[in-house]
Each structure stands twice: as structure tokens, then as C-alpha cells.
T-cell receptor, first 116, second 113 residues
Framework: KAGVTQTPRYLIKTRGQQVTLSCSPISGHRSVSWYQQTPGQGLQFLFEYFSETQRNKGNFPGRFSGRQFSNSRSEMNVSTLELGDSALYLCASSPTIIQGNDEKLFFGSGTQLSVL | AQSVTQLDSQVPVFEEAPVELRCNYS??????LFWYVQYPNQGLQLLLKYLSGSTLVKGINGFEAEFNKSQTSFHLRKPSVHISDTAEYFC???????????FGPGTSLSVIP
């Protein structure tokens, strides 16, 4: 089974631009979560999607948005980029949000976004 | 609000020495507990998890962790570390009434030859 795939691997943008990141979950996984990772801050939860619906949202401004398609693929969009948005953005998938022994997140390698 | 604390941001340790990485969380309400490891330029991989049952859980690569409900802790241990254990370690908690996994800030483990 292919793992979680994130594209692109690296991105360089300038302030004020917008960016779209893509995540393809493991086949059969319906839940996709997004995290922002910065040095010293660890992983900050952005949002989670399940069956095309946003189930949870972290404490990020409205410039950060996402969506999930019927095939479970997810995109994350950041508008009006700021220098502080430079980070590694990680996507994680799981089979379901229902609690159980399969409780586990499968992570992609991330998209490294640099805002200049 | 739910939070996860990893008090040690960096832990240097000599090869073959024991190590403990500490994790505390904010509430003793029903939780699932996880440790993830991130090697350089990679995503996170699950080391071990506690869902229920025995409070001592064993994971991959010789790591183990103990759930202490009264102290709201889930410390990670390894009796003898190897150079290949050099990585970032993240503790994560999922409160069962709240479908969001909260990660700690991470501990950078450096194994010194």
C-alpha cells in the first residue's frame, strides 16, 4: 500500500501570495489531518477532514483553509502569506475517526514552505 | 484547554546509556496516548501507543512507555540507546471525547558516540 503522499515537497513563495498544498491519504483512509511544524513549537493542529466535512479546526486565522474531495484527497490553502507561515506542513491520514485499536496517524513527509 | 508538555527540548545521551523522555498532559479524563518519532527530513512514525489495559506498553526499536494516570504522565524509556535513535520525539494525546490529537513540542534526542 502506498503511504501518505504530499506534494510539492518544497515551495518558495513571497509575502502576500497564496499557496495550495496537496495530500493523498493511504487508500481506504477517510480522515485527513493537517499540522504545521515549526522549530520550538512542535506540531500545531490546523484542521481535520472526514468524508469531505471539516470535523475539527485549530486556532489558526481564516487565511488557512482546506477541503477534502470525494476520493479523500485533501488540499490546504494559505492566502496572503506572511513570513511566519514558513514551516513544514504535515498531512496525516487514518482509517476512521471512530476510536478503536486502529487508532494511529500515518504521516506524509511534509511540504516545506518558505515565505520570503 | 487540553495541552501536552514535554519539559526537555533537547536530551543528549551517550551511546548505550539509558534515556527517559518526559511527557505530561493537562487532564486525566479518558485519553489515548502516543509517542511518535521523526527522523531528519521525514514524517512522523508511531513508536508506541496506549489505548487501555496494561499501563506499560512496548513499542518498536526497544522503546517502552508507562502510563501514570494520577500524574497524567506517559514517559518514554529505552534502557540502551543507539546512534540510530537520534531523532525528534513527540508525545501526543487524544482525549476520547474530543476527536483531535494534540502533540507536545517535541524532544530532540542526540546520541553521542
Amino acid at each position: 500500500k502506498a503511504g501518505v503522499t504530499q506534494t510539492p515537497r518544497y515551495l518558495i513563495k513571497t509575502r502576500g501570495q497564496q499557496v495550495t498544498l496537496s495530500c493523498s491519504p493511504i487508500s481506504g483512509h477517510r480522515s485527513v489531518s493537517w499540522y504545521q511544524q515549526t522549530p520550538g513549537q512542535g506540531l500545531q493542529f490546523l484542521f481535520e477532514y472526514f468524508s469531505e466535512t471539516q470535523r475539527n479546526k485549530g486556532n489558526f486565522p481564516g487565511r488557512f483553509s482546506g477541503r477534502q474531495f470525494s476520493n479523500s484527497r485533501s488540499e490546504m490553502n494559505v492566502s496572503t502569506l506572511e513570513l511566519g507561515d514558513s514551516a513544514l506542513y504535515l498531512c496525516a491520514s487514518s482509517p476512521t475517526i471512530i476510536q478503536g485499536n486502529d487508532e494511529k496517524l500515518f504521516f506524509g513527509s511534509g511540504t516545506q514552505l518558505s515565505v520570503l | 484547554a487540553q495541552s501536552v508538555t514535554q519539559l526537555d527540548s533537547q536530551v543528549p545521551v551517550f551511546e548505550e546509556a539509558p534515556v527517559e523522555l518526559r511527557c505530561n498532559y493537562s487532564s486525566s479524563v479518558s485519553v489515548y496516548l502516543f509517542w511518535y518519532v521523526q527522523y531528519p527530513n521525514q514524517g512522523l512514525q508511531l513508536l508506541l501507543k496506549y489505548l487501555s489495559g496494561s499501563t506499560l506498553v512496548k513499542g518498536i526499536n526497544g522503546f517502552e512507555a508507562e502510563f501514570n494516570k494520577s500524574q497524567t504522565s506517559f514517559h518514554l524509556r529505552k534502557p540502551s540507546v543507539h546512534i540510530s535513535d537520534t531523532a525528534e520525539y513527540f508525545c501526543a494525546v487524544k482525549w476520547t471525547s474530543y476527536d483531535k490529537v494534540i502533540f507536545g513540542p517535541g524532544t530532540s534526542l542526540s546520541v553521542i558516540p
